[in-house]
Structure formats: structure tokens, C-alpha cells
T-cell receptor, first 116, second 117 residues
Framework: AQTVTQSQPEMSVQEAETVTLSCTYD???????LFWYKQPPSRQMILVIRQEAYKQQNATENRFSVNFQKAAKSFSLKISDSQLGDTAMYFC?????????????FGKGTKLTVNP | DAGVIQSPRHEVTEMGQEVTLRCKPI?????LFWYRQTMMRGLELLIY????????DSGMPEDRFSAKMPNASFSTLKIQPSEPRDSAVYFCASSLLLAGALTDTQYFGPGTRLTVL
């Protein structure tokens, strides 16, 4: 079974600085998908960024980028120019490409606080 | 688009009562998912549907939980009888698997916070 590990339960960063959230996963499959979701205090789950394992290029969405290291099974999220609105729980998630399954497996999350 | 709609947003009930949570997926989406979020276990997939048919219900904790999707625009998650350990936030999500695509993004609703006393 696939597992997703987020080793940092909590992190904080000063506004305008850069922060990196860690995520590792375990799978025997060669093709899969990885996601970062953000959950602000409103509880809404919001997609931040996604990465297909077959793509070597790291995904980027504005201030958010990932460092995808397939061999190391690592998928970290970098937030540049942190803003107060980035304060939220961040969840890393994995989806297999096998058997047509659409199941997302989530990590436990990292609580990020952006300080003014 | 209005996004995924869930109701109610908050539900407080007493142990033993029946609870029904409702979800309206994004129009045109063909997958619907029910998740449960607790502090202890994080986010867990309970069940998901494809074209109104349940595909995988292996995450449903026990027979007290049931889910239906009578049509493409509505799904329910029912707990009968409810217990205090069912207290959690329940999320509904939907996605659309485009032809030729291997997967697509799941879009979440705002969640229902359930408290069972």
C-alpha cells in the first residue's frame, strides 16, 4: 500500500520569505501523480499544485513550486514570497496510475503559519 | 461554476440518531468521493463513485455507514446509528476524467462538521 509522510507537523515563516515543506512517499509503481492541497482555517481543501511522475520538469504555479525527486521518492513544496494568506494546513497526496483507481492517499499535513 | 456543494455545514446530533450528509458535485463531473477528516487519522477516503456506481467502498468503517448516488448531481452519506467516534469533518469531492487522460484533479466541497454527543 502507498504511504505519504510529512515529517514537519508545524512550520512558521516570516512574510515575504521562502519556506519549503517536505513530503516523502512509498510506492512500488513507476507512474503516479502527486498533489499539494491547502486547507485554510475555513476548512476548504484547495489544490495548490500537481505533478505527474513521468514528467521530469518540476511543476510551478506562480509562487508555488515543487522539487520532485523520483528516485528519492520526495516531493517538497516551496512557497516563495510568503503571504499572510498562505497560513494553512498543507497536505501532500499521492494517486496511483494503476487499475483506473482514483484514490488519493494523504499525508498527515503540515501546519504553516506566516508571521507578519 | 458553484463548485462542490455540501449540506449541512454543521451538524450536531445525539448518539444513536441517524445522520444524513448531502453532496452536489460539480456539474459534468463523473467521479464523486467521500472523505472523513479527524485529528487522529487525518484524511481518509470512505467511498467513491464513477458515473453513479460505487467503485471502492473499502474505506467505509462499518455497516453503520452507507452512501448512495441516485443521480449524477446528488449523493448522500448516511450514518445510522451515529456514535461519538463518528465526530469528524466529512468532505465530498468530485472530478472529471477526460478521455485519454490518466487522472484528474479532485475538487473538494467545504465539508460538513459532524458532532455526535
Amino acid at each position: 500500500a502507498q504511504t505519504v509522510t510529512q515529517s514537519q507537523p508545524e512550520m512558521s515563516v516570516q512574510e515575504a520569505e521562502t519556506v519549503t515543506l517536505s513530503c516523502t512517499y512509498d510506492t512500488s509503481e513507476s507512474n503516479y501523480y502527486l498533489f499539494w492541497y491547502k486547507q485554510p482555517p475555513s476548512r476548504q481543501m484547495i489544490l495548490v499544485i500537481r505533478q505527474e511522475a513521468y514528467k521530469q520538469q518540476n511543476a510551478t504555479e506562480n509562487r508555488f513550486s515543487v522539487n520532485f525527486q523520483k528516485a528519492a521518492k520526495s516531493f517538497s513544496l516551496k512557497i516563495s514570497d510568503s503571504q499572510l494568506g498562505d497560513t494553512a494546513m498543507y497536505f501532500c497526496a499521492f494517486m496511483t496510475d494503476q487499475g483506473g483507481s482514483e484514490k488519493l492517499v494523504f499525508g498527515k499535513g503540515t501546519k504553516l503559519t506566516v508571521n507578519p | 461554476d458553484a463548485g462542490v456543494i455540501q449540506s449541512p455545514r454543521h451538524e450536531v446530533t445525539e448518539m444513536g440518531q441517524e445522520v444524513t450528509l448531502r453532496c452536489k458535485p460539480i456539474s459534468g463531473h463523473d467521479y464523486l468521493f467521500w472523505y472523513r477528516q479527524t485529528m487522529m487519522r487525518g484524511l481518509e477516503l470512505l467511498i467513491y463513485f464513477n458515473n453513479n456506481v460505487p467503485i471502492d467502498d473499502s474505506g467505509m468503517p462499518e455497516d453503520r455507514f452507507s452512501a448512495k448516488m441516485p443521480n449524477a448531481s446528488f449523493s448522500t452519506l448516511k450514518i445510522q446509528p451515529s456514535e461519538p467516534r463518528d465526530s469528524a469533518v466529512y468532505f465530498c469531492a468530485s472530478s472529471l476524467l477526460l478521455a485519454g487522460a490518466l487522472t484528474d484533479t479532485q475538487y473538494f466541497g467545504p465539508g460538513t462538521r459532524l458532532t455526535v454527543l
